[in-house]
């Protein structure tokens, strides 16, 4: 089949940086539905390349932009991993029903579905619970519950942009996030074994100079905040109830607290009173 990779650009509502995108489509069949997907952190969309085809193959057309601080839309090192000023976690979400829009604009009579992995699944939920008119379906994709310590993680990143600046990469906060992640797993090898049981992702991952890089403190706090944020108790509330969503992750995965983080998200959208949601927890 062929499948088309076009690209594009918009300007994010930062308004100064140009976000790059990137569009799948059968070049020779009419989709019927959009995808539309929202990376995770330290990493970019072209990663989703195989997983876009496959959707294709499957009657999708796929959209997907590199976030602030990601991908071709960070400009330079300095960049990467940077969000913005000043509520960069709201950006993002903007900025993705930007694209949101133009992929209507050019499929006005389809379906869309957001899909959002890991940290793109935070983006995701505070998308949700601002644009959800926009959107047909919603999957939150290796998603967590709230940070009981991320009070503490922001208070510490604040402390440390006094002396270093908000662009400083510090691998102590790095750690405070993501060192404990690789403690339940035998036979670790590096940093990122968490991220997948096949040794060749995760080789893969750490061999691409587009991810797995430090993130600046800003970013770190934009991090923590949008998490703090779609932790909210009215988080959920403020999505339409008839908005089909499904919560799915590994039951090993430690961002979700092993099968704990998206248990709780799935409770509280039925909570809610959502009609439509389903919670899937594949084994490993």
């Known amino acids: 089949m062929p499948v088309e990779v076009k690209s594009g ?4 509502a930062d308004g ?10 059968n070049s020779e069949k009419a989709p019927v539905a959009i995808l539309q997907i929202t990376h995770g952190m330290a990493e970019y969309i072209l990663r989703y390349d195989d997983f876009a085809k496959f959707m294709v193959e499957n009657g999708f057309v796929v959209f997907g932009n590199d976030h602030l601080g990601h991908g071709d839309t960070a400009k330079t090192d300095d960049d990467m991993g940077f969000f913005a000023d000043k509520k960069g976690y709201v950006i993002l979400a903007d900025d993705v029903h930007a694209l949101t829009g133009i992929a209507k604009k050019e499929y006005p009579k389809l379906p869309i579905i957001l899909l ?3 940290m793109g699944s935070f983006v995701a939920r505070l998308y949700a619970s601002r644009y959800s008119a926009d959107i047909d379906g919603a999957i939150f994709m290796g998603t967590s519950g709230a940070n009981p310590v991320g009070g503490m993680g922001i208070f510490m990143v604040n402390l440390i942009s006094l002396f270093k600046g908000e662009h400083h990469k510090s691998a102590f906060i790095d750690k405070l996030a993501f060192g404990s992640y690789n403690k339940t797993f035998s036979d670790v090898r590096t940093n990122f074994d968490w991220l997948s049981t096949e040794r060749s992702n995760v080789t893969k991952y750490i061999n691409d ?3 797995g890089y430090l993130f600046t403190l800003s970013g770190y706090r934009d991090l923590m905040k949008v998490l ?3 932790s909210k108790k009215d988080w959920a509330g403020k999505i339409r ?9 590994g039951s090993e995965d430690p961002v979700g607290s092993f099968s704990k983080g ?4 799935f409770e509280r959208l039925t909570a809610s009173g959502k009609e ?3 919670l899937k927890l594949v084994e490993g």
């Open 16 to 25: 100064k940086t140009d976000v790059r995108y990137k569009e799948w489509r």
């Open 9 to 12: 650009k918009f300007l994010s």
């Open 209 to 211: 100079p587009k991810c």
């Open 262 to 265: 998206p248990k709780e998200v």
């Open 241 to 249: 109830n008839d908005l089909p969503i499904l919560v799915i992750s």
């Open 116 to 118: 959002g992995h890991s």
């Open 228 to 230: 703090g944020e779609v």
């Open 276 to 278: 439509k949601v389903e």
